[in-house]
């Protein structure tokens, strides 16, 4: 794919090395915008950090061109994980990517929001292959399913486990011992 | 974890006679998988061909358990993730939950979190290599690192009470000030400390069977490791310079002198001198730690987040009142998310906490670096001979209690 517009280029400088700064890309974030306004829904910066709101179809094809754009460059998966905003809330989740580059030392969140009747993700383990584990991770305590995940299992809690362990509404603690069925 | 009622399709036994496959299960009680991980490895003669990890036999739902404590109460919970960097686990908890909060951290207070952590990731090195080498079969330096580790774990103990389990930064500075007399006792430490390195050096680098046993095993180049999302020594080992504590200092490591270490060639033996080579330099941030401590607070300047000191307690009718609503009640933290990266001992620890407001966190999620390390160990042993398996999961210097959580 086709990098930026000339006028996005950035310094390591301007990217922000530090997390004290600036940190994260926000020049580039508009160029992303501006480029592919179908990509993003919503962007949010806060505590120095930047979040895009990201299309749950569309959310492998930003992953890759974020990844091998030249002025992006977020070679490095640090990190998905899932979030359960309370059963009331709609949409009640969010699957969270923590990109990082290893070049230019910035970093990006990018957000999927779901609903709880159609928990599916496009997997990105075809864009890293890290994503093997944080997105089993996702699906078993969240029951998030990502689409086209090679080996999609429990990887923490025990494969007959009944429920989502972090889901709002799963009990903190129970009085009956597991026991394999 | 996998159990004998659902057996995943590729681990079904199928009668062929022609077959020289065989299936076994490493773990979880072998000593060498550093706690309780299974691996499940298809081997043909003593050739691994497939090596699937199985975890989650530590699992204790801790990140569950953050979201019914209070934001300070979280802090002894980290302790127990890596148990053997307990300090690092502290840091980037409070310093994601000071993020939230927007809170200033005064000098003293952050050149003694970076004197402890570095001490810490001493400490920690250390156990991955008398554990490592243990491994391996050379017992000696098993000990020999252990009595250097006891010397940190007194001074951690000196000044949090807390061998194991510190817990002694807080959410706005340190449970409390060094103790009288810790900087002469670091200062006999460093003293000593290097002599030790040397000799660890003796007992191993120049080891032939060491060598051996690790030169251009478990290989894992620049860019798989990188897209395999390994961070720490493990990265280093691959060649590419990348150190947290560089590329977004925290806690002022941006005004440290030191190098990162890192070697070209991706072995097992590649990242044992990248851990060998960071002991040092470990040792020359503590070294300059050590001369920057200047009489100050210890506590941010945050009375409705900072336990106040017993003495004002006693004299100031607010000071009493904001320790009861903070014991009590704890301190409510603004809406929001945030995402907290630090270098510990084994990569980048990073904590995820999502905020609605109140005294308890919505989510708090650790990006483990052992994890994540792990994940990447199938490319690494694949191919490799049974013997040399042990080796590898060494070189990755894993600790079950951050993978399982």
Known sequence: ?181 | MSTTANIPPQFEIVDQPLDTQMTISMGPQHPSTHGVLRLELVLDGEMVVKATPDIGYLHTGMEKLFEYKKYQQGIVITDRMDYLNPLGNNLAYVMAAEKLLGLEIPERAQTIRVLTCELQRIASHLVWLGTHALDLGAMTVFFYCFREREKILNLIEAASGGRMTPSYFRIGGLMMDLPSGFERRVQQFLNEFPASVDEFHKLLTGNRIFQKRTQNIGRISAEDAIDWGLSGPCLRGSGVNLDIRRANPYSGYENYDFEVPTEADGDVWARYLVRMREMKESHKIVVQALSRLKPGPVKADAPKVVLPDREAMKTHMDALIHHFLIVAEGFDVPAGEVYHPIEASKGELGVYIRSDGGPKPSRVHFRGPSFVNLSALPHMAEGEMVADIVAVIGSLDIVLGEIDR
């Open chain 1, 1 to 181: 794919m086709e990098s930026g517009p000339d006028n996005t280029k950035l310094t390591p400088e301007q990217a922000g090395t530090g997390s004290e700064g600036k940190g994260t890309p926000s020049l580039l974030v508009a160029a992303l915008q501006r480029e592919h306004p179908e990509w993003v829904r919503e962007v949010i910066t806060a505590h120095r950090e930047t979040t895009i709101v990201v299309p749950r179809e569309q959310i492998e094809a930003v992953c890759s061109f974020l990844k091998t754009a030249p002025d992006t460059w977020f070679d490095f998966l640090a990190d998905i994980c899932g979030a359960d905003r309370g059963p009331e809330e709609e949409p009640r989740f969010e699957v969270n990517y923590h990109l990082f580059s290893t070049t230019k030392f910035h970093r990006l969140r990018l957000k999927v929001v779901l609903n709880e009747e159609d928990l599916h993700v496009p997997t990105v383990t075809t864009v890293w292959r890290t994503a093997n584990w944080h997105e089993r991770e996702t699906y078993d305590l969240f029951g998030v399913i990502f689409d086209g995940h090679p080996d999609l299992r429990r990887i923490l809690l025990p494969e007959d486990w009944q429920g989502h362990a972090l889901r709002k509404d799963f009990p903190l603690r129970g009085y009956e011992p597991y026991s394999l069925k």
